[in-house]
Nanobody, 114 residues
Framework: QVQLVESGGGLVQPGGSLRLSCKSS????????MAWYRQAPGKERELVAR???????NYAESVKGRFAVSRDNAKNTLYLQMNSLKPEDTAVYYC????????WGQGTQVTVSS
């Protein structure tokens, strides 16, 4: 069973930056299209960014130009660089395989507030 462990969240002021990490226990991490999701209080989980095997990326309109997803297959790790953070980015952030998702991890809380 693949385990996903997200980290790097915290409290940051508007305009600040954070870098999230997602470590996968699976041995075939490099074979999956991976994605970052977020879930704000009272809202459904939404897709934020995804990255293919060839490192092509796509982003939700709300984060385009501010967030950057990357991956290090040798380390089985997915990253999300978040810049120019806004209060509306406040949410729990999760990573997972885009298709046929694994069991969800605990996520990492990101709070953007002054």
């Amino acid at each position: 069973q693949v385990q996903l462990v997200e980290s790097g969240g915290g409290l940051v002021q508007p305009g600040g930056s954070l870098r999230l990490s997602c470590k996968s226990s699976g041995s075939q991490f490099g074979a999956y299209v991976m994605a970052w999701y977020r879930q704000a209080p009272g809202k459904e989980r939404e897709l934020v960014a995804r990255i293919t095997l060839g490192h092509s990326t796509n982003y939700a309109e709300s984060v385009k130009g501010r967030f950057a997803v990357s991956r290090d297959n040798a380390k089985n790790t997915l990253y999300l660089q978040m810049n120019s953070l806004k209060p509306e980015d406040t949410a729990v952030y999760y990573c997972n395989r885009l298709q046929f998702p694994f069991v969800w991890g605990q996520g990492t809380q990101v709070t953007v507030s002054s």
